[in-house]
């Protein structure tokens, strides 16, 4: 499968751990880009990556949350002290060129539910 | 945020109608737009796109139409398929980011 990966698929979690997913985007994609999704919602984006810089992270929801991609090629999105609001779908997406060439591929996304 | 609302949250069609799918966007300097499908459980998928300088562009069952006069858009699909039954977004791109609508869940009958 050379689409874009997320792991885990579901995690679930106690109020005040903290979380992390996985981003592997489709090799060759310089362009990685964070998403969350209620219920009922469209995604609302998070943050992006153009190789291993992150290049807008204002909207990240707050300071517990974080991401990486050390290398360029897999990111990490984590999730400090969770609380139930941050019960969500977490997407990936990547691209190789902009994100306005349609050229925008989304994995199918970690779900974290916090009890 | 940007702003981008859908008219419907719910539609259902009977099997081997037309489908139509409205959106209203509220930045009037967004210059490119996706219609996105949803399946249970899946990430997005792309289906079509359109850019500003455009009103109408045809795919494979699916059009799109972009009324720039009134921000809206919409996405009609020909002869609908029981696999087209998903929830359907457009998303606007502005800021070098896309911002999407809540969505439009689509039924299909048999």
């Known amino acids: 499968d050379t689409g874009v990966s997320q792991d885990p698929r579901h995690k679930i979690t106690k109020r005040g751990q903290n979380v992390t997913f996985r981003c592997d985007p489709i090799?060759?994609?310089?362009?990685l880009y964070w998403y969350r999704q209620t219920l009922g919602q469209g995604p609302e984006f998070l943050t992006y990556?153009?190789?291993?810089?992150?290049?807008?992270k204002s909207r990240l929801l707050s300071d517990r949350f974080s991401a990486e991609r050390p290398k360029g090629s897999f990111s990490t999105l984590e999730i400090q002290r969770t609380e139930q609001g941050d019960s969500a779908m977490y997407l990936c997406?990547?691209?190789?060129?902009?994100?306005?060439?349609?050229?925008?591929?989304f994995g199918e996304g970690s779900r974290l539910t916090v009890l | 945020g940007e702003s981008v609302g859908l008219h419907l949250p719910t539609l259902s069609v009977q099997e081997g109608d037309n489908s139509i799918i409205n959106c209203a966007y509220s930045?009037?300097?967004?210059?490119?737009f996706i219609w996105y499908k949803q399946e249970s459980g899946k990430g997005p998928q792309f289906i079509i796109d359109?850019?500003?300088?455009?009103d109408k562009r045809q795919g494979q069952r699916v059009t799109v139409l972009l009324n720039k006069t009134v921000k809206h858009l919409s996405l009609q699909i020909a002869a609908t398929q029981p696999g087209d039954s998903a929830v359907y977004f457009c998303?606007?791109?502005?800021?070098?980011?896309?911002?999407f609508g809540t969505g439009t869940s689509l039924t299909v009958i048999p």
């Open positions: 997406a990547s691209s190789l060129r902009g994100a306005d060439t349609g050229e925008l591929f």
């Open positions: 090799s060759e994609h310089n362009r």
């Open positions: 990556f153009q190789n291993e810089a992150q290049l807008e």
């Open positions: 930045n009037s300097a967004s210059d490119y």
């Open positions: 359109i850019r500003s300088n455009m």
């Open positions: 998303a606007e791109y502005t800021g070098n980011q896309f911002y």
